[in-house]
T-cell receptor, first 111, second 119 residues
Framework: EDQVTQSPEALRLQEGESSSLNCSYT??????LFWYRQDPGKGPEFLFT???AGEEKEKERLKATLTKKESFLHITAPKPEDSATYLC????????????FGGGTRLMVKP | EPEVTQTPSHQVTQMGQEVILRCVPI?????FYWYRQILGQKVEFLVS????????KSEIFDDQFSVERPDGSNFTLKIRSTKLEDSAMYFC?????????????????FGPGTRLTVL
C-alpha cells in the first residue's frame, strides 16, 4: 500500500527564517510526486511535480527536491503570505492517476 | 485563467437524505476526479472518471456513491443515503491529458470544494 508521511505536522517561522518541509513516501513504482498548497477552506493549489530522483524545481521562495525515499520543500526567507498547509502526494505506476496524499504540514509565518 | 468550479459551496442535509454535488471541470479537460477531506484528516481519493465511465475507485466509493457527466460540462457526485461520517469537504479535480497507453503524469487541478454537513 502506498504511504506518504509529512513532517513536521506544524511549523512556526519568523518572517525571513528559512526552513524545509519533509515528505517521506513508500510507493510501488513512483510515477510522480506532487506538492500542493492549501489555504483554509479552499482546494489544493498545484505547486510542483517531480518525476525522478535528483530532480529539483523552483518557484519564487519555494524549491522542491526529490530522492528515492523522500522529497523536501525548501522555503527561503518566507513571508506571512506563505502561511498555508503544504500537501505532498504521490502517483504510482500501478494506481492509475489517483493521488495518495500525506497529512500536510501547516506552516505559519509570523511578521 | 480557467478553473474548476463547484456548487454548492456548503450543503447541509439530514442523515439518510440524498445529495448531489456538482462540478464544472476546466473545459478541455478529459479526466475527472472526486476526493474528500474529513476535517483534520488527509485528502482521500474517491473515484476517477474518463470517457463517460469510472476508471478507478477507492474502497470508500461504495454503492451509496455514484458519478455521472450528464451534459458534457457538469460532473456530479451523488450520495444516495447520507451518513454522519460522510461529513467532509468534497473536491473535484481534472486533468487535460488524453490517456494513451501509459497514464498521464499531468497535475490535477482542484476546485474550491463543497463542504457537506450531515446532521
Amino acid at each position: 500500500e502506498d504511504q506518504v508521511t509529512q513532517s513536521p505536522e506544524a511549523l512556526r517561522l519568523q518572517e525571513g527564517e528559512s526552513s524545509s518541509l519533509n515528505c517521506s513516501y513508500t510507493v510501488s513504482g513512483l510515477r510522480g510526486l506532487f506538492w500542493y498548497r492549501q489555504d483554509p477552506g479552499k482546494g489544493p493549489e498545484f505547486l510542483f511535480t517531480l518525476y525522478s530522483a535528483g530532480e529539483e524545481k523552483e518557484k519564487e521562495r519555494l524549491k522542491a527536491t526529490l530522492t528515492k525515499k523522500e522529497s523536501f520543500l525548501h522555503i527561503t526567507a518566507p513571508k506571512p503570505e506563505d502561511s498555508a498547509t503544504y500537501l505532498c502526494a504521490v502517483q504510482a505506476h500501478n494506481a492509475g492517476n489517483m493521488l495518495t496524499f500525506g497529512g500536510g504540514t501547516r506552516l505559519m509565518v509570523k511578521p | 485563467e480557467p478553473e474548476v468550479t463547484q456548487t454548492p459551496s456548503h450543503q447541509v442535509t439530514q442523515m439518510g437524505q440524498e445529495v448531489i454535488l456538482r462540478c464544472v471541470p476546466i473545459s478541455n479537460h478529459l479526466y475527472f476526479y472526486w476526493y474528500r477531506q474529513i476535517l483534520g484528516q488527509k485528502v482521500e481519493f474517491l473515484v476517477s472518471f474518463y470517457n463517460n465511465e469510472i476508471s478507478e475507485k477507492s474502497e470508500i466509493f461504495d454503492d451509496q456513491f455514484s458519478v455521472e457527466r450528464p451534459d458534457g460540462s457538469n460532473f456530479t457526485l451523488k450520495i444516495r443515503s447520507t451518513k454522519l461520517e460522510d461529513s467532509a469537504m468534497y473536491f473535484c479535480a481534472s486533468i487535460p491529458t488524453r490517456l494513451a497507453g501509459t497514464l498521464s503524469y499531468n497535475e490535477q487541478f482542484f476546485g474550491p470544494g463543497t463542504r457537506l454537513t450531515v446532521l
